[in-house]
């Protein structure tokens, strides 16, 4: 008995034996090596859009002009009937008795390039100093306020998502001379309930240097309370006509945007806001009571995203 254990325990292990000497010998094919070509793909190319010419501050050639420094026939009064903001020597100017105005075309994605400038003249403090405001869709406000040497609360400042997030850093140029934002938009994708899929998201950069990195936009802006979600489509972009009594601003040369594909937009106002050469998120505490520390356009932060 101990004998035929002894004699099936040894065959086993011969045949276990000869199963890995053969499986030892098989011959697998070698792993193809690495070449550069097989990372790379070539399709689709991106189309081509010759940029504006900086000497005569022209606007991208894939860019929508808002403003061509003569008239405002891109825009409507948010009352309704044609915009009657003050237009001269290539400048557009608030008028405050007037309203706010919106842009006729409607948009999603997109990339704003705007220029604006605060009269040299400026009086007033705090949210009563310069104050304007551009809506993204008409429902989002990047906020647009004189914040040199003017203190005010940090989620209101210039740059802010108004009374959500503040900026990086306050980059305002005095007044008197011209502002430059480039804003980059994602509009919110939402559910069937209503209740965002993907939250909008902004980029927004002052004078070349980054106020707001893909910042998530929480909802709807409210001057009264808290963000509120609300299911849109397609919005225009609406300039306010603050109604604070410091001068108003103004806005010059030709607006013009580009859609972006998620699609890309851009604006390209000046004149107090003016078109021109047109997202690590720093989160800037609501407790925090310092404002952001002023920085020049030659500063290291910069030089990011230019």
């Known amino acids: 008995m101990n004998k035929s254990i002894t004699m099936k ?34 399709t689709p190319q991106p189309k081509v859009v010759t940029p ?13 002009v808002l403003f061509d420094g003569k008239d405002l026939s891109a825009w409507q009064s948010a009352k309704g009937g044609p915009a009657e903001w003050i237009v001269k020597d290539g400048v557009f100017t608030v008028d405050k008795k007037k309203g706010d105005i919106l842009t006729k075309q409607k948009f999603e994605n997109f990339q704003l ?19 304007s405001g551009i809506f993204l869709q008409d429902m989002y406000e990047i906020q647009v306020l004189d914040c040199y040497n003017n203190e005010t609360y940090v989620n209101g400042q210039t740059g802010s998502v108004y009374k959500q997030t503040p900026p990086l850093a306050n980059a305002m140029r005095k007044p008197g001379e011209w502002n430059v934002y480039d804003i980059i938009y994602s509009a919110p994708i939402f559910k069937e309930d209503g209740t965002y899929r993907v939250p909008p998201r902004v980029t927004v950069i002052q004078n070349g240097i980054v106020l707001q990195n893909n910042t998530t936009i929480l909802g709807t802006t409210e001057y009264i309370g808290f963000p509120k979600v609300v299911k849109h489509g397609a919005g225009p972009i609406r300039l306010q006509s603050h109604g604070d009594p410091s001068e108003p601003i103004s806005f010059r040369a030709y607006a013009s945007v580009s859609a972006i594909s998620r699609t890309r937009t851009m604006t390209w106002p000046t004149g107090c806001f003016r078109p021109s050469r047109v997202r690590t998120r720093r989160i800037w505490s609501l407790s925090q009571k310092k404002p952001p520390t002023p920085l020049s356009a030659t500063s290291p932060r910069a030089l990011i995203a230019r």
């Open 9 to 42: 325990t040894a065959l086993a292990a011969l045949a276990c034996t000869v199963c890995i000497s053969a499986s030892a010998q098989k011959q697998y094919p070698e792993q193809e090596k690495m070449k550069p070509g097989m990372s790379e793909y070539w």
């Open 52 to 64: 504006g010419d900086i000497k005569t501050n022209s606007a991208p050639s894939d860019a929508i």
């Open 113 to 131: 390039h705007i220029e604006w400038c605060v009269p040299e003249n400026i009086t007033g403090t705090s949210q009563g100093r310069g104050n």
